[in-house]
């Protein structure tokens, strides 16, 4: 749990101290806590890769990027909707 943590935004500090407040017989406040940080990890992911995507439009758009790969990612120009969370 600490190394999946690590990877995102909490210090080793905070990590630590949630830990401490975790009630160590209960399992399922363990469990709880880790999909929680998986949820919270999966949707970070989720807003860099939609921001990456809305930097690649704006690209195109002011002409930055040349059309050699246009052929080859017909979606990058229409996107399925996204979804929300």
């Given at each position: ?32 806590f880790a ?13 860099q ?37």
């Open positions: 749990m600490i190394r999946t943590l690590r990877t995102a935004v909490y210090s080793l500090d905070i990590i630590k101290e949630i830990i401490q407040e975790l009630d160590q017989n209960n399992l399922e406040q363990a469990r709880q999909q929680n940080s998986i949820s919270y990890l999966n949707k970070i992911n989720h807003d890769f939609r921001g990456a995507h809305y930097l690649y439009q704006l690209c195109r758009k002011l002409n930055l990027l040349e059309d050699k790969w246009q052929h080859a990612y017909p979606l990058l120009e229409n996107p399925q909707q996204e979804k929300e969370y």
